[in-house]
């Protein structure tokens, strides 16, 4: 069930009177260009556009007697318009018609979708910088690795959001295609110049050359865009799931008032947000598959695409609106816990150090493997034990042999991993205003920048 927030925009698009009017909107835009070539006369294009207008139970009607959507629906306008309708759809096949129109519809959502990613940017950017600095354990096969910063997540989303909006820009031009080139794409019964002063009016570009249809990998390059949109919202919404288990619990998607998360079990607190979106990034995801195989079409045309794209392109971009705005929320909304994460860091014994003891042991002049082999049998005991990595190595001769006990120590230093995050942030947003402003505040008396700078970003 989609909410009611994306239906009067997105929704709506996809509702046969919007697309019946988008019908009309061309078939009046080509009643212009002919007039405008003197091939109509003016004064039945002014009562073309005061009289022309449709009826959807009608069109229904019609359609049911002769089996034909665009033949029911030019038949409904002319019982509208009279006399002058012998105008209408001067020169034109069907596809010319749909497929431009459809351009339009896809070219409208385009727009939703380009919007719905930039305010889920603003909210990954601002969750960025909330948590640049809150150290959290990074993890490699669900296992320790090293330790990172919880705002390094964000950033990372938001780079592929970043991917996301290009892909989507690039996609609604791909679509943004106009056809008026008759029955197999030859302008038989139609000049050229009706195609391009339509296309010019209607804000897009002729297809260069086309069968009875625009080519249908235009579309495909349209859904696939779309799948990796709803593959971008599930793959934030998968690390929202892990870290919400019981035995994680570093974050957590929103649990509102009066919310129940189990008919059985009353203390539950589900990730049903996330999981609701991986699941539909499933369907998004087939629905690209289908588009994929609408491509090949026998000889210049035939209609195997037009049943399946009556579902797959309004279904996807609704969906793909929803996910995105329901991602917004859950990240808007998300439960934090710092606390856990440093208690989640420390119940691998500081294991996360082992490469920098490997490296500081072959900095010392022993091989790799010798060294590795070393770090190795102690991380082994540290696990099989539940003992302190750094307490192993001070009692170690093997590694004392190498490395004081201050050398050790100093390994041991949370600091030393997040000492580039500064310039990983700026690569992906640019120089932050507050870092920028960092380096030009005067230090108060009794008062550290850092301090000035935190005040700020809390205001």
Known sequence: MIPRYTRPVMGKLWEPES??????????????????????????VVKIKKKAKFDVKRIDEIEGVVKHDVIAFLTSVAENVGHESRFIHKGLTSSDVVDTALSLLMKEAADIILKDIKELMSVLKKQAYKYKNTPAIGRSHG?????????????????EMKRNLARMKRAKDVVSIGKFSGAVGT????????????????????????????????HAEYLTTLSLI???????????????????????????????????????????GCENL???????????????ENIALWHERDISHSSVERVIIPDST?????????????????????????????????????QRVLLALTGKGMSREDAYELVQRNAMQ?????????????KDKDVKKHLSSKEIKKIFDLKYYLKNVDYI???????????????????????????????????
């Open 19 to 44: 697309r019946f009017q988008k019908w009309l909107d061309v078939e009046i835009a080509v009643c212009e260009a002919w007039a405008e070539l003197a091939e109509i006369p003016v004064d039945a």
């Open 143 to 159: 296992v320790h690795a090293e330790p990172m910063t919880f705002g390094l997540k964000f950033a990372l989303w938001y780079e």
């Open 187 to 218: 302008f038989s019964n139609i000049t050229p110049k009706i195609e391009d002063k339509v296309c010019k009016k209607l804000g897009l570009k002729p297809e260069p050359v086309a069968t009875q249809v625009v080519q249908r990998d235009r």
């Open 230 to 272: 709803a593959a971008s919202v599930e793959k934030i919404a998968i690390e929202i799931r892990h870290l919400q288990r019981t035995e994680v619990l570093e974050a957590e998607e929103p649990f509102t008032k009066g919310q129940k998360g189990s008919s059985a079990m009353p203390h539950k607190r589900n990730p049903v």
């Open 278 to 292: 991986s699941g539909l990034a499933r369907l998004v995801r087939s629905n690209a598959m289908a588009g994929l």
């Open 318 to 354: 609704i969906l793909v609106d929803y996910m995105l705005n329901r991602l917004k929320g859950i990240l808007e909304g998300l439960h934090v816990y710092p606390d856990r994460m440093l208690k989640n860091m420390q119940k691998s014994y500081g294991l996360y150090n082992s």
């Open 382 to 394: 540290s696990w099989k034990k539940g003992i302190e990595f750094k307490k192993l190595l001070l």
């Open 425 to 459: 942030f700026e690569r992906v947003f640019g120089q932050s205003p507050f870092d920028k402003w960092k380096g030009k505040l005067k230090t108060r008396k009794g008062q550290k920048t850092n301090t000035i700078v935190n005040n700020l970003r809390g205001s």
